[in-house]
């Protein structure tokens, strides 16, 4: 009599091992360890903190500058006179230096309007931008104004297809560009607000009025660039031009004390690190009484 050795199948293994407990093959798992997050004791700075170091480290560059070619307005005139001697229409060049930088960030790009005294050159046109409809548009034209609509000119003015110096725009329309408008102009300077006057009703005014001015504005780097007198000019008229035009890049970028001490503790002051004097064909001559 023979025995048959039976070889159980790997199909009914798999069935005893998911069936049978003891013959299941037993899993751990450890648990998981979090580890916390060690806080920071470092207190953050507030951004009126950070705008004071921003001044103080201004403050330490400017004293490492080296002032020794400096030269007072009147000499400096003299020189550039004497170099530009076969050019009597030549002009002198304004340079300004403004650390927007040190002024803790935040703040618009320095622009400003002036009636110069004595004017250098013709001046150019200006290429005006009016956000206006109904009776004010035609204002608006009549005074001068090259583009004039309503919000249809929102397209162009992002697409580059209309450009203009000067945009000015209506209290009534104001809300409608500005979610749009507002982070497109407003890093070039020439998003219209309440506070230069150019949101307006009284637009005709406005556009006369800035006919009659002088226009300077920085570049995003606080650069100020301006020509404010020719060669053949007195030496006092030079003068005059120079702390007029002066007076008004001091005037907007806080450098002169308002009476009103809560204003003046309030607004941002940009300071201006260096001012020069030049001609197309000459080096920049520091200004030290500017």
Known sequence: MSFALQIPCRRSLLAASILSPAMARTFTSTRAVFVKKQESTRRVPSKKAMAAKLRRRAAKEARLVDHSDDMELDSAISVLRAAEVSRPQACFELF???DLRGSGGGVSVPKGRINIPFEPKPK???TILVFAEGKQADEAKRAGAQIVGGT????GVLSGRLRANTILCTPALIKAITPRLGRFLGPMGLMPAARRGTVTD????YIRRIKSSTEWKSDRAGNIRMPIARM???IENVVKNFRY???SIKRVTGNVKVRDAREDNQRKVIPIKKVTLSTRST???PISDY
């Not at 249809?152 to 397209?155: T, V």
């Not at 009284?202 to 005014?205: F, L, P, Q, R």
């Open 96 to 98: 300004v230096k403004a």
């Open 124 to 126: 150019a046109q200006d």
């Open 152 to 155: 249809e000119l929102i397209e």
């Open 202 to 205: 009284d637009v005709e005014a």
């Open 232 to 234: 053949d000019f007195p």
């Open 245 to 247: 035009v002066m007076d």
């Open 283 to 285: 080096p920049g001559i």
